[in-house]
């Protein structure tokens, strides 16, 4: 089966915070993606909200309540208790839990399953008590696919961003891409699902699909908003000289 998509609203939140404005709404953007076939929508709300905020989440809750009941929703983030508070009344089919620091401008890396492993083991259990699947951010490293396992969470999502920042050097894209099979091959071997996000692409998901034939679910955002600017502008562009009285072209 093809990877599910759930689309990152974090990078419509962040365009709407320059004004205080509700617009671009991050629910009705959400509805768009879920009606065009997006399989989940994604958020990682931030201590500082300077992305999602944390009254986004009852609302995006509802959308999918009420009008795509076969989506999932997946928060993303570091599980500070303030975040596992807004997770509880959140409900998300999915939650992937990131090594960040507060300040940190976007995730860069995954987790330490050794380190923290004892940490993950409880949080993991709490979530999954709750009825939430869990996932890991993690590295491309094969090696601590069974520590990942050990933690109880049910699956994985392999950090992209090395590989995304390879786009202009195709023999650093397939070296990437091999590191991140052989680690999800690892995931695989210790019982593990297999997620994948950070920097994806319509130019880089196709080799990544290929290695990866059972590649559960990608969560993209900026390469996804990005893409979305670009080709809804000339539309935008059309809509506005209406509105000034132009003659559509
Ligand atoms: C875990 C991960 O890679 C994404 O959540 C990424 O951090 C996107 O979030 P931002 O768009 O806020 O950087
Ligand atoms: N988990 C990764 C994600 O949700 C989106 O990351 P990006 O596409 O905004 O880099």
């Known amino acids: 089966m093809p990877a599910e998509l759930s689309v990152n609203l974090n990078a419509v939140a962040m365009l709407r915070n320059r004004r205080d404005l509700p617009w671009p709404s991050v629910v009705d953007m959400g509805r768009i993606a879920l009606r065009a076939g997006a399989h989940g929508l994604t958020v990682h709300p931030r201590p500082d909200q300077r992305h999602i905020r944390f009254d986004d989440l009852p609302a995006l809750r509802q959308l999918i309540d009420e009008e795509f009941p076969q989506a999932e929703f ?35 890396h995954g987790w330490d399953f050794v380190a923290d492993q004892d940490m993950l083991k409880t949080v993991v259990a709490q979530l999954k008590a709750q009825g939430a699947r869990v996932s890991l951010f993690a590295d491309a490293e094969p090696s601590v696919m069974p520590a990942a396992a050990a933690t109880g969470a ?7 961003g090395p ?14 891409v091999e590191r ?38 990608v969560s993209i955002g900026h390469g996804l908003t990005a893409d979305a600017l670009e080709y809804g502008m000339a539309e935008t562009v059309r809509r506005f000289r209406m509105a000034l009285g132009q003659q559509a072209g």
């Open 74 to 108: 997946n928060i993303e983030g570091y599980p500070t208790e303030a975040f596992l508070r807004l997770v509880a009344a959140s409900r998300p089919e999915q939650v992937t839990l990131v090594p960040d620091a507060p300040a940190q401008p976007t995730s860069d």
């Open 154 to 160: 049910e699956r994985i999502e392999l950090y992209t």
């Open 163 to 176: 590989y995304g920042a390879t786009f202009e050097d195709p023999a650093a894209a397939v070296a990437e």
């Open 180 to 217: 991140l099979g052989q680690t999800a091959d690892a995931a695989r071997a210790a019982g593990l699902g297999v997620n994948a996000g950070h920097d994806l692409t319509v130019a880089n998901l196709p080799a990544l699909v290929a290695r990866i034939p059972d590649l559960a679910e």
